[in-house]
């Protein structure tokens, strides 16, 4: 019986379940038999499916095994470039699910992303591994297509470019379809989206250039000679917007974002510490065979500080592995890692010799003009007084950061709702 969606216009929810082993690499969403018929979804129906996390991704519908509702399973091979990771725990609502068409293609265009490893390929050795990897798939204009985990070949990904014939967002790839290799990279098939960086555009500006250069045109760079950062350290006091910084520049760069929080990573068992880093680099290369990935560890200093005496051996074993897995990752250059703290004397030295975290990049407390910037960003939806002076404003917190202000501009408000007259909320 299907769950009653109760208060929920949009449908039931449904538990976002890992997919199962053996579905991976194969683009299934397996659903129970209510969901099925709510859906009037057929063995084989294309799905798009919206994510939790952002993005969508195409599946083909499946049954579950156990015949269960309430439950979804999904293999999010093809999927677009910030598309939540497949199996990531949450819930989706049954509205998050529509059948489309997907009629066979005439011809496909793809873009190939090459392995780091793989070296120089012939064009006809990668439009071989591309024919391979697109049989008989469904696959969807602007998606990314991944290669299935444990696969051989010099294609990690593919981007579909073209092909897939309006109106219909989705196609199938047949043994009759022509597929062709785009020699330009795909522009974004989701515009960026514009996050408020208030007093933070020139910063922003640094870090795009660190890091969307390398996650978008890593092979191009490497026939330049051009060496690009195995890593970037952002340091700056609490509060000034590390963290919105890189969620802003990885979305811009299309990039998977696993944010972590470096203290959460500490065990208290003997070990468990670095079990857990590893599980987390680990995670960061899953991501990465979708597309570009982008680790951000917060707080870094409180898991990789200055080693010395017999006393800090815990300290001392956690960093020698952080350090051990960023030589590991920066070596294929399959993941960009960005480490912020507000304590950068504190790190241990190896993290930022060259190859690491070789390049930083500093955001201090706010000048004038950024806090006069950051408060215009803050009230942009707020309906404020026409004599209100953010200019003043700004002048009068001097050493105010972004966190700042923003309890300030929260406080304010909540003054304005506790005095207000004739339904007005101004402040």
């Known amino acids: 019986m299907a769950p009653d969606s109760g208060p929920f216009p949009d449908g039931p929810l449904l538990k976002l379940l890992p997919a199962e082993p053996k579905d991976r690499g194969t683009q299934r969403c397996r659903l129970g038999p209510a969901a099925l018929r709510s859906l009037g979804a057929h063995l084989g129906s294309a799905l798009t499916i919206a994510l939790p996390g952002g993005g969508c991704c195409l599946c083909t519908a499946w049954p579950r095994r156990d015949g269960a509702d309430g ?186 974002l696993l944010a972590v929080s470096a203290p959460a990573l500490q ?30 560890l917060d707080e870094v200093d409180a898991l990789c500080p200055r080693r010395g005496g017999a006393q800090r051996a815990p300290e001392s074993r956690a960093v020698a592995q952080v350090l051990t897995l960023l030589d590991g990752i920066h070596g294929d250059r399959e993941v960009v ?26 955001i201090g407390t706010p000048t004038l003009k950024q806090r006069e910037a950051i408060l215009r960003v803050i009230t942009s939806k707020m309906p404020i007084s026409d004599h209100v002076d953010l200019g003043l404003l700004a002048e009068m917190t001097v050493g105010y950061v972004g966190a700042d202000l923003t309890a300030l501009c929260r406080e304010a408000a909540m003054c304005a709702l506790l005095h207000k007259e004739s339904g007005r909320f101004e402040f």
């Not at 950068?344 to 990049?361: I, K, N, Q, S, Y």
């Open 71 to 256: 439950f979804v399973q999904l293999d999010a091979q093809c999927a677009s470039p910030r598309a939540a990771a497949s199996g990531a725990a949450g819930s989706l609502r049954l509205s998050s699910l529509q059948p489309v068409p997907c009629p066979p293609l005439r011809r496909l265009t793809v873009w190939p992303v090459l392995r780091p490893q793989a070296g120089a390929q012939s064009p006809v050795a990668v439009l071989e591994a591309a024919q391979e990897l697109l049989r008989n798939r469904p696959v969807s204009r602007g998606h990314v297509l991944a290669t299935p985990p444990g696969s051989p070949g010099p294609v990690s990904a593919l981007h579909v470019v073209g092909g897939t014939p309006d109106p219909h967002p989705a196609g199938l790839v047949t043994p009759q379809t022509v597929i062709a290799l785009s020699a330009e990279p795909p522009a974004l098939a989701e515009p960026p989206v514009e996050l408020p960086l208030g007093g933070l555009s020139e910063v922003a500006d640094e870090l795009r250039e660190l890091l969307c250069l390398p996650l978008r045109y890593p092979r191009a760079l490497a026939a330049l000679g051009l060496a690009v950062p195995g890593g970037v350290l952002l340091a700056g006091p609490p509060g000034v917007g590390k963290t919105q910084l890189v969620r802003a520049v990885a979305r811009e760069a299309g990039a998977e």
């Open 267 to 296: 065990g208290a068992r003997p070990g468990e510490t670095e079990e857990n880093v590893r599980r987390v680099f680990q995670r960061a290369r899953e991501l990465a065979r979708r597309g570009p990935s982008l680790l951000f």
């Open 337 to 362: 890692v960005v480490g912020a703290t507000n304590r950068p004397d504190d790190l241990d030295p190896a993290l930022r010799r060259p190859g690491r975290f070789d390049r930083e990049v500093v």
